[in-house]
């Protein structure tokens, strides 16, 4: 008879991210996971999986957490202009204030395995069009209030800011610089000025 479980499988799931997170997939060891998480290597293995499926669980877990962020980006008192200046400062923001440097987990994912695991890709695929139809809808509804020029296609812009918010995140990998940050976001937003 198997022994109940004496952890919170989440509250372990987010110290398994966190060293994702802080070291990509290649760098983190086994040991780095089970000393972080607090549980034995069989516990790890019976209740998680192998270290990839870890990893899947652990990036999904990361989506899930910000996901309950995009909420706050619909408000109907902000113009779209505001709007998009909060979302792309709230990046800046993150990497500056993070001694880390960690950057976006689900960028990273990308960039350190997007290439070479179709499942991992697949995730990172759902996200951007996650993330692009919350925006696509956003910039319809500027159009609609007459916010911005009704020529501007709505999902080209998405995957414009989509891509501006990416790029800013991998850039707090190597480049915290505030001033860099600003110049970015200065000029993505004069598209819908």
């Not at 870890?54 to 996901?67: D, E, G, M, P, W």
């Not at 759902?126 to 139809?133: G, I, K």
Request: negative net charge; glycine residues 4%; proline residues 2%.
């Amino acid at each position: 008879m198997a022994r109940p479980r004496k952890f919170d499988e989440n509250e372990v799931l987010d110290r398994a991210l966190s060293v994702f997170w802080e070291k990509g997939y290649h760098a983190t060891s086994y040991e780095d996971l089970v000393e972080r998480m607090g549980i034995n290597r069989a516990s790890m293995y019976n209740t998680f999986g192998d270290k990839h499926q870890l990893f899947t669980l652990a990036l999904q877990r990361y989506r899930q957490k910000s996901q309950e962020n995009f909420a706050h980006w619909k408000d109907d008192h902000r113009t779209i202009q505001e709007t998009i200046r909060m979302i792309l400062d709230e990046a800046v923001q993150e990497s500056l204030t993070d001694p880390q440097r960690k950057g976006c987990m689900v960028v990273n994912a990308t960039t350190e395995l997007g290439n070479c695991d179709q499942d991992l890709a697949a995730i990172v695929r759902e996200n951007q069009t996650q993330v692009e139809s919350i925006l696509t809808k956003l910039f319809e509804a500027a159009q609609k209030k007459d916010e911005i020029s009704s020529d501007l296609n709505p999902q080209a812009l998405a995957r414009f800011y989509y891509n501006t918010f990416s790029g800013l995140r991998v850039m707090a990998r190597a480049n915290p610089d505030a001033e860099t940050y600003q110049d970015v976001v200065d000029v993505a937003l004069q598209v819908i000025s």
